[in-house]
Structure formats: structure tokens, C-alpha cells
Nanobody
Framework: VQLQASGGGLVQAGGSLRLSCAASGLTFSRYAMGWFRQAPGKEREFVAVISWSGGSTYYADSVKGRFTISRDNAKNTVYLQMNSLKPEDTAVYYC????????????????WGQGTLVTVSS
């Protein structure tokens, strides 16, 4: 199984980025997909998750209204559209796959991507 995250970079506060995560080696449509992030010196934290069908989404309070998670099961890809970015959004962002129902707990995820760095300057 491979999860390949991309789309990170340097952006000014208030700007936007779109992260992508391409999955291979698994039956993508049977997995909930989540995004997590980890800032330097901090624990990994939940950002957003989408159910296997795409019909349900759930966000951390810190990103609600600014970030949107979506998926394309035909392309085995999950996206994270990030708008109105803030310096505190700076972190390495990871995509992860969880078989079955979605969850905000990173311990329940089966597979992880390598991460993509997002840096938001003030």
C-alpha cells in the first residue's frame, strides 16, 4: 500500500493550498481517508476525515469553515482544500487510510503517507 501526499509548500497567511493524496495497493473505496498534521515539537493532530463513500465529513474545530476534504474514488485520490491559511496551520500534513468507518483517532488508521510540508508565513 502506498499513500503519496503532495501539494504542500510556502504560502502567505490568508492564502490557499490544495493537498492531494494518491492511494495505491488497496481497495480505496472501502477506506475512510483522513488528514492529520504535526507541527514541530507537537503531537500529531486530527485535521479532517471523509467516509469511504464521501457522504460524510468531519473536521477539527480549528479548521472548520476553512478546510474542505473531498475524494474521487475513480482516481483513488483524496484532497484537502485549505483556505484562509494561518501561521498556526504550519505543519507536516499526512494522509491516512482507515478500513471501514471514519474516525478522528490516528491510532485507528491502517496506512500512512509520507507527509507534505505546509508553511504559512505571517
Amino acid at each position: 500500500v502506498q499513500l503519496q501526499a503532495s501539494g504542500g509548500g510556502l504560502v502567505q497567511a490568508g492564502g490557499s493550498l490544495r493537498l492531494s493524496c494518491a492511494a495505491s495497493g488497496l481497495t480505496f473505496s472501502r477506506y475512510a481517508m483522513g488528514w492529520f498534521r504535526q507541527a514541530p515539537g507537537k503531537e500529531r493532530e486530527f485535521v479532517a476525515v471523509i467516509s469511504w463513500s464521501g457522504g460524510s465529513t468531519y473536521y477539527a474545530d480549528s479548521v472548520k469553515g476553512r478546510f474542505t476534504i473531498s475524494r474521487d474514488n475513480a482516481k483513488n485520490t483524496v484532497y484537502l482544500q485549505m483556505n484562509s491559511l494561518k501561521p498556526e496551520d504550519t505543519a507536516v500534513y499526512y494522509c491516512a487510510a482507515k478500513f471501514g468507518d471514519y474516525s478522528s483517532s490516528y491510532r485507528l488508521y491502517n496506512f500512512w503517507g509520507q507527509g507534505t510540508l505546509v508553511t504559512v508565513s505571517s
